[in-house]
């Protein structure tokens, strides 16, 4: 099957709704592509508060602030393609991408880059040692927690003390998790200061910082 549309948006979290919705609201045809079943992203997992804030002047979850964007969308023009995968773009602006029914192509006017970001894996830090079982990302952790209903340790050390390492902090602690600490290389948090007193000093979590490890070492895995 093939498209033409004015603008392409490829990613359906918050960002890529964001665009997809401006878009639509400036008089172009609007085509979001996501790779995933539902749009959302990192939004899915981030269960905690403190979205919305600024634009919705609403104290939401990541879960709440995605409906209300998608709520959004749902009023406009905007098709919005799941479960699709993009093979190629090509100079022309000629997308080529895939979905259960097949391979498809779209011709469009403007592609607008909203797939998102990686986390730095535990390699990319120059710590040597194994790379045992048991070393995640805080994404990773977010999501075997919030979105699979499972429990990655009994007990855990978070290295970075930016806002989502202090968030994943208490979630651990609420599921249970002994947390032994959060380790900072700086000699102050990275993360905003309400999250240090919400996240670590309301459940006596330790911070270190002006601390780093300087192995992972494990024959199995960390616990």
Do not use: W
């Not at 539902?38 to 939004?43: F, I, K, P, R, T």
């Not at 905007?78 to 022309?92: E, G, H, Q, R």
Request: proline share 3%; net charge positive.
């Amino acid at each position: 099957m093939k498209y033409e549309t004015d603008v392409v948006v490829l990613g359906g979290g918050g960002g890529g709704m964001a665009a997809a919705k401006a878009a639509d609201k400036n008089g172009a045809n609007v085509i979001l592509i996501e790779r995933e079943e539902e749009n959302g992203g990192v939004l899915n997992q981030c269960i905690h508060n403190g979205f919305g804030i600024h634009y919705y002047r609403k104290d939401l979850t990541g879960p709440e602030f995605k409906e209300t964007l998608q709520e959004e969308l749902a009023n406009t023009n905007i098709k919005i393609l799941n479960s699709a995968f993009v093979l190629n773009v090509n100079k022309d602006k000629q997308l080529t991408f895939v979905n259960h029914k097949g391979i498809h192509e779209i011709k469009t006017k403007a592609l607008v880059m909203a797939t998102g970001a990686r986390e730095r894996h535990f390699n990319s830090l120059a710590v040597p040692g194994d790379r045992v079982a048991g070393i995640f990302t805080a994404g990773v952790a977010q999501k075997y927690i919030n979105l699979q209903n499972l429990k990655p340790a009994n007990s855990a050390l978070i290295v970075g003390s930016g806002d989502i390492g202090l968030i994943m902090a208490r979630r651990l602690h609420l599921e249970g998790i002994e947390v032994k600490g959060v380790v900072e290389i700086l000699p102050y948090p990275g993360g905003l200061e309400r999250n240090v007193q919400q996240c670590l000093r309301d459940y006596k979590i330790p911070l270190k910082l002006s601390h780093n490890i300087k192995r992972g070492d494990g024959k199995k895995k960390f616990s």
